[in-house]
């Protein structure tokens, strides 16, 4: 492992474009359940009250869960070592993207600035008759459902539900830096789910080195990853971190 770190250290400083492609493993350890998996929320909750179709004939009843799940069950979560030390790769100029398939703002909250969210943000609420988006610290969840203070509209969660498509901005401009990107570090994501899963092939066949740090292995690894370093985010990211500062 010390002698892939080294390596993976010394190609990210030769790196003029370096993006992570973040999933639900780098949360994990900041207390942000999984939705698949054998821990996954999937497996107490139906998906159904995060169906747009349902949701939007049955708001009442998805906004109850949806409180549960994305408002009290894990609203505490905060960053951990592994957000922390993207954040400082980006400030040092070693990092130029994040790219997200995550939906807790943790990359914003340890620092980052340059995060395409892949899935929308859950700290946003979106009217979808005329568009306005509160912060969630500006809107009362004890009275449910939520309503937007324009027209009275039920607010919805600012991240892609099923059934809905990938926002065209966070989209393309994914695409564009997978494009550019002579490193690709994947942390925390299986590659399960199009298609965000596309965006490290993209950047794999566009010429980058693919890093990937994730506890075991995933479907990236034997097809597109360069060097595997194998363990939790936070663990991992801080050894690196050791390596390249």
Request: hydrophobic residues 40%.
């Amino acid at each position: 492992m010390d002698l892939l770190l080294k390596e993976s250290a010394k190609i990210i400083k030769k790196s003029n474009y370096t993006i992570a492609f973040t999933g639900a493993g780098i949360s994990v350890e900041s207390g942000v359940p999984p939705f698949r998996g054998e821990h996954g929320l999937w497996n107490k909750y139906n998906p159904e009250v995060l169906d747009l179709g349902y949701y939007l004939d049955h708001a009442d009843e998805c906004w109850v869960y949806i409180r549960e799940i994305f408002y009290d069950f894990f609203a505490d979560a905060k960053p951990n070592p592994a957000h922390l030390v993207l954040a400082e790769m980006e400030q040092k100029g070693l990092l130029q993207a994040v790219i997200t398939q995550n939906i807790d703002n943790l990359h914003y909250e340890a620092g980052n600035k340059m995060v395409h969210e892949f899935h929308g943000n859950s700290k946003k609420l979106k009217c979808l008759k005329c568009e306005a988006v509160y912060d969630v610290s500006e809107v009362d969840l004890k009275s449910l459902p939520p309503k937007c203070k324009n027209d009275g509209e039920i607010l919805k969660p600012d991240f892609i539900f099923f059934g809905e498509g990938i926002p065209h901005e966070a989209y393309s401009n994914s695409f564009a830096a997978a494009e550019k990107a002579e490193v690709c570090l994947i942390i925390g994501s299986t590659g399960e789910v199009t298609p965000a899963s596309y965006v490290p092939r993209i950047a794999k066949q566009s010429g980058a080195t693919i890093i990937e740090i994730n506890p075991e292995e995933s479907s990236f690894t034997s097809q597109i990853t360069d060097i595997h370093l194998k363990g939790k985010a936070s663990e991992v990211m801080t050894k690196l971190a050791a390596e390249l500062f």
